[in-house]
């Protein structure tokens, strides 16, 4: 469960706020190429927060959304949007029949689960997706980026790509691609969670705080090159996040 002070800094920041702007760059276009040969109607956001993510992928791809949450915070959020079909609900024990949809979307939910109790999770993603259709995942990566926003935001755990690929292949799921991303700005990362705060030792606080225009518009720009690089069929070998994308077999 995520800390729920941050919905309210999410709400504030995820429109215009560079990490949220390039990420979602950075997903749709691993997406694209993906999704204009399937016959995608229906879709789970499972954890959808602020519901903005689902808002995002419903108004680009027509999907029929639904979107799901444990948490009241961020559920309100979403019915403010308008967003219909909202559900409360644990990701662990999905209210919904097997193979119920097309594609299951969940972007930095897993990470909340204690480490060893993703499968139960995975499972339950696995389950309520249909033969055939499309797992989106998105989860912190690399241990070694732990930070204060880690603590602050109740993150568990964080992966390594191999061990996401072999978590989610234990599912049933084939995996289509899994690359790190937020990669240019990985020495950045490096030294602020691993130089700056444990000398400074500030007390556990969220990272989504809003930056200058002009600061805001620099950050965005490593994510947009990456967009880029990862839209043409290539990996990053490394990166603060891990995308993976798999089919559940027949």
């Not at 995820?14 to 229906?42: A, C, H, K, Q």
């Not at 927060?49 to 948490?71: E, F, K, M, S, V």
């Not at 992966?159 to 990669?183: D, W």
């Amino acid at each position: 469960m995520m800390n729920p002070a941050e919905f309210v800094n999410i709400a504030e920041a995820e429109r215009d706020f560079w990490w949220y702007r390039g990420m979602r760059r950075i997903l749709f276009g691993l997406l694209d190429p993906l999704v204009r040969s399937r016959n995608v109607r229906t879709m789970l956001e499972a954890g959808c927060g602020t519901g903005y993510n689902a808002a995002a992928i419903q108004q680009r791809y027509g999907w029929r959304t639904y979107p799901l949450d444990l948490q009241m915070e961020g559920l309100r959020y979403a019915r403010d949007r308008g967003l219909p079909l909202l559900t409360q609900g644990d990701l662990a024990a999905l209210p919904f029949r097997s193979g119920a949809f097309d594609a299951v979307v969940s972007l930095d939910v897993i990470v909340h689960f204690p480490r060893g109790e993703e499968g139960r999770a995975l499972a339950e993603l696995s389950r309520v997706l249909a033969p055939g259709g499309l797992l989106i995942l998105r989860v912190a990566a690399l241990d070694v980026l732990r930070s204060r926003h880690s603590q602050f935001a109740c993150e568990r755990q964080r992966f390594t790509a191999k061990r996401l690929a072999s978590a989610v292949m234990a599912q049933g799921i084939q995996v289509l691609r899994c690359t790190y991303a937020n990669t240019l700005l990985f020495p950045v990362a490096l030294a602020k969670f691993r130089v700056w705060e444990p000398l400074l030792q500030p007390s556990p606080q969220s990272g989504v705080r809003p930056v200058g225009g002009w600061l805001n518009r620099l950050l965005a720009l490593p994510l947009a090159v990456e967009s880029r690089w990862l839209s043409a069929g290539r990996n990053m070998p490394l990166g603060q996040s891990l995308i993976l994308i798999g089919e559940k077999q027949a």
